[in-house]
Structures are given as C-alpha cells and as structure tokens.
C-alpha cells in the first residue's frame, strides 16, 4: 500500500511539474507578443495626445524621462512632453495620456488609455468618437455629407475639449471656454479623467530634465 501511495504521489508531482512547465512555456510565448501589442497601443494613444496621425508620428523621437514620462522631438527639436496620468474613477482606475507644449503652460491634447472599469454607455463615453451619422440617417438610408477633415482629436466628442487648454481650463465648467464640460450621466468619470491630466502635468513638472518648464 505505502507503494502506491509513493507512486502516486511521484505521478501527481510528475503531472504537477509537466503542467507547471508547460504554463510557462505558452507564458514565454505569449508575453512578448503582449508587450508589443501593449507597447503599440500605448503609442496609438501618444500620437492621438499629440494630435498627430501615427504615420506623422513616427517620425518623431521619443526619450524617456523615467517612469511613464517622455521628451518626444522632431529634428532635434523638443515638439513637447508627455506622461501618463490617472486618477480614481466611477469603478477603478482611469488612464490617459497627455501631451504639453514645451513648456508645459499649453496642453496640446490628451487621450485615454484606459476606462474599462467606468460604466459602459456613460463613463466609457470618455474614448467616444463623434457620430458620422444621426440615427434618422441611419433609419433611412440618408447619405450623409461628410464634414470637413480636422485634427485627429476633433472626432471625439468629450477628449476634443483639451486641445489647447491652459492648466486653469483643466477643470469641469458649464462655460466652454472657461474649462472641460461632464459627459452626460459621467460627471464622477469626467472629473476623473480630468484630474488624470493634471496628474500627468504634475508628473511632467517634478522631471529635472525639463529645465525652465513650467515656471
């Protein structure tokens, strides 16, 4: 009897080990083709934060100023600095990117990594484009006149409202113009990805390497 006992423990330890191997064989697979999906959507987001399309964009050079903060330039010249920020949402964590003009008094724009934890059809609005059509375009069939071409972050409804904004304008507020209006029915996720942005210009701002920036 103690035979099969230490027999079937030597198959169970064998089963065990095969599958431990084998979870880390199929983990060494797949992890950089995570990574490099992770790394190329994180420069999709980037070129978005800096208004550019992807072509323009990599173009540019990028250099890391540490911990999820970037100097990207053109030519040798500084074209502006960029960060992740996030902050606490309706359901967990929100993330952007935002993107400064170099001297981090102007935001060029920001977009979103991540809120797939907000609810969908409200706070998920936050990475929403424009409608192309209306829904009575849709019903019957009504061709639609395209609007002019713009930049790449006025096709989005709540993100096309950073471009351009000073640090005092990163804020909710009913007047346009004086600052980033709620999404509807998201105000609790709104204020989350704004205050995400300034997190981000925080972060810029604690950088050495940007000497004279921001003062």
Known sequence: MNNNIVKFSFVLMLTAGVAIAGVAVVFGISKPKIDDKKEKSQKQVMALAFNMKEEEFKQL???????????????GEVVGYAA???????????????????DLKTLIGAAVMDVSRETPGLGQNAKQKKPTSTWLQTIFGIRE?????????DSYTF????????EAQLRLADNPA?????MTGATITSKAVI???NNALKKLKQVSTISGAGG
């Open 195 to 197: 205050e995400a942005v």
């Open 61 to 75: 050079a990028m250099e890391s100023l540490g911990e999820n903060a970037w100097k990207v330039s053109r030519s």
């Open 145 to 153: 006149v395209q609007p002019e071409e713009g930049s790449p972050l």
């Open 84 to 102: 992740k920020g996030s902050a606490s949402g309706y359901g967990g964590r929100v993330e952007v990117i935002a993107a400064f003009k170099p």
């Open 178 to 182: 004086d600052g980033i209006a709620a």
């Open 159 to 166: 993100m096309g409202q950073f471009q351009n904004r000073n």
